[in-house]
């Protein structure tokens, strides 16, 4: 989840463009500037990271494998439907 909700603020913070954040006001639904973004898409692959690195996902672990990229599938896809809904506003 961590992974997957790092690109899009990572991605909309290095091309400068402000994008919500929890830190926004309100929160979650006003845009926080691109530097925040940055920021909290770092602070997002960096939990990512280590959840991943300390957890049991292997090449040996066929479920833990499956289960990590259902969870990446799956939250993609709620962030696009959240964020469209958003646009649409």
């Given amino acids: 989840m961590f992974l997957a ?3 899009p603020h990572f991605v909309n913070g290095i091309s400068g463009n ?3 954040t929890p830190f926004s006001n309100p929160p979650g639904q006003g845009l926080s ?3 925040v973004n940055v920021i909290w898409g770092l ?3 960096l939990v ?5 690195r300390y957890s049991k996902v292997s090449n040996q672990n066929k479920l833990s494998l499956v289960i990590f990229f259902l969870g990446i599938i ?9 964020f469209l809904e958003k646009a649409k506003m």
């Fill in 5 to 7: 909700n790092a690109v």
């Fill in 18 to 20: 402000p994008f919500p």
């Fill in 33 to 35: 500037a691109p530097v």
């Fill in 43 to 45: 602070f997002n692959m």
């Fill in 48 to 52: 990512g990271y280590l959840l991943f």
């Fill in 74 to 82: 799956t939250i993609s896809v709620m962030l696009s439907i959240t």
